[in-house]
T-cell receptor
Framework: DARVTQTPRHKVTEMGQEVTMRCQPILGHNTVFWYRQTMMQGLELLAYFRNRAPLDDSGMPKDRFSAEMPDATLATLKIQPSEPRDSAVYFC???????????????FGPGTRLTVL | DAKTTQPPSMDCAEGRAANLPCNHSTISGNEYVYWYRQIHSQGPQYIIHGLKNNETNEMASLIITEDRKSSTLILPHATLRDTAVYYCIVRFRMNNNAGNMLTFGGGTRLMVKP
């Protein structure tokens, strides 16, 4: 049963610390998305990659957030320095691009619950 | 992407059909209707999508009106495990920034009761 995995599942850190969240997309998927969910804002798209290249990161605060795909099996989202307002659940999702470049559905991981004190 | 409107919450008795409505009056001809759901503490899960014809899979049925301005997701025999927030999303399915993004609204919180 292919699934998107995310680590860690929970992270508590202090303001100013660096946080790195990791995602392993479903094998063979070539599109990876990062979302953030809070009670106030709901689910927001932060960034996404196609074939490991960033296509859109307009939803991500550039001064402290960075997203990378070192290889096809690993996507990372880093926050440095972290702030209390970054407390949220961060979801990674992956999908397989269709022939026209779009895709059918996204498969979401279980999320990383981040708390910044 | 076209904006969607869903009721914030609904109740359904276990074993009965759950009919979740969605309005998308500004949908364009190239936009599909997608449904996802999010069970508490889990990531969103794809349910079904359609363009203009009604669709059915093992999870649900999707009924799209002829003018495509609204749709209904039907869970034919709701169970307690179907309690979740259900999101109706319209988006392009082609290779452009809009087509690759899911814009989640508030969704409908469905409570299935015994």
């Amino acid at each position: 049963d292919a699934r998107v995995t995310q680590t860690p599942r929970h992270k508590v850190t202090e303001m100013g610390q660096e946080v790195t969240m990791r995602c392993q997309p479903i094998l063979g998927h070539n599109t990876v998305f990062w979302y953030r969910q809070t009670m106030m804002q709901g689910l927001e798209l932060l960034a996404y990659f196609r074939n490991r290249a960033p296509l859109d990161d307009s939803g991500m605060p550039k001064d402290r957030f960075s997203a990378e795909m070192p290889d096809a099996t690993l996507a990372t989202l880093k926050i440095q320095p972290s702030e209390p307002r970054d407390s949220a659940v961060y979801f990674c999702a992956s999908g397989l691009a269709l022939g026209g470049g779009g895709y059918n559905e996204q498969f979401f991981g279980p999320g990383t619950r981040l708390t910044v004190l | 992407d076209a904006k969607t409107t869903q009721p914030p919450s609904m109740d359904c008795a276990e074993g009965r059909a759950a009919n979740l409505p969605c309005n998308h009056s500004t949908i364009s001809g190239n936009e599909y209707v997608y449904w996802y759901r999010q069970i508490h503490s889990q990531g969103p899960q794809y349910i079904i999508h359609g363009l203009k014809n009604n669709e059915t899979n093992e999870m649900a049925s999707l009924i799209i009106t002829e003018d495509r301005k609204s749709s209904t997701l039907i869970l034919p025999h709701a169970t307690l495990r179907d309690t979740a927030v259900y999101y109706c999303i319209v988006r392009f399915r082609m290779n452009n920034n809009a087509g690759n993004m899911l814009t989640f609204g508030g969704g409908t919180r469905l409570m299935v009761k015994p």
